[in-house]
């Protein structure tokens, strides 16, 4: 069984500071790293995607990956109230390439 | 561009009848898939396809069918709904790397809503 394990959470964080988001998985052979987020009553949106050991940055975002320790983060900086949703850790392995998501960590960002 | 578009967005059913969740995309991707999301939870793969005509399951398959005739449409089908099965579906397509090695992320649909009483 594929497990992806996210910090429970809730977050919360002020405005303009860092939301640091955690995320274990269990599967060695996993290829694809991704970060969603998801607003209430939404559908997952793709943030960011990092496949090599090492930080990945994307304007406010940066993903980290550290495969020996089967490992990925997500920092958000200068956290804004309209970053405020759920985000889901999801892991690419198997013979179709499908995600393992997580369970997902809310984070609230206080204005 | 639609991306992926699901139909119904919401639906009631009562236990044991059955439904057709509709699922098509228009970007001509292989590899499609089903999840179901139940409150404060991930999402939970039901069936993947990776092409016409192939199709495989996931990690909660009970209760539910797929079938995967074109490219573009992979319906979801519940037979005997149960209550278990209130939930948010969702189905995606994957786009990949030149090499095809690589997932480079999923499109989903907008969800449907899914009760059963």
């Known amino acids: 069984q594929k497990e992806v394990e996210q910090n429970s959470g809730p977050l919360s964080v002020p405005e303009g500071a860092i939301a640091s988001l955690n995320c274990t998985y269990s599967d060695r052979g996993s290829q694809s790293f991704f970060w969603y987020r998801q607003y209430s009553g939404k559908s997952p949106e793709l943030i960011m995607s990092?496949?090599?050991?090492g930080d990945k940055e994307d304007g406010r975002f940066t993903a980290q990956l550290n495969k020996a320790s089967q490992y990925v983060s997500l920092l958000i900086r200068d956290s804004q109230p309209s970053d405020s949703a759920t985000y889901l850790c999801a892991v690419s392995s198997g013979s179709a390439r499908q995600l393992t998501f997580g369970s997902g960590t809310q984070l609230t960002v206080l204005p | 561009n639609a991306g992926v578009t699901q139909t119904p967005k919401f639906r009631i059913l009562k236990i044991g009848q059955s439904m057709t969740l509709q699922c098509t995309q228009d970007m001509n991707h292989n590899y499609m898939y089903w999840y179901r999301q139940d409150p404060g939870m991930g999402l939970k793969l039901i069936y993947y396809s990776v092409g016409a005509g192939i199709t495989d399951k996931g990690e909660v398959p009970n209760g539910y069918n797929v079938s995967r005739s074109t490219t573009e449409d992979f319906p979801l089908r519940l037979e005997l709904a149960a209550p278990s099965q209130t939930s948010v579906y969702f189905c995606?397509?994957?786009?990949?790397?030149?090499?095809?090695?690589?997932?480079?992320?999923?499109?989903f649909g907008s969800g449907t809503r899914l009760t059963v009483v």
């Open positions: 995606a397509s994957s786009s990949f790397s030149r090499t095809g090695l690589r997932n480079v992320g999923y499109t």
């Open positions: 990092i496949y090599s050991n």
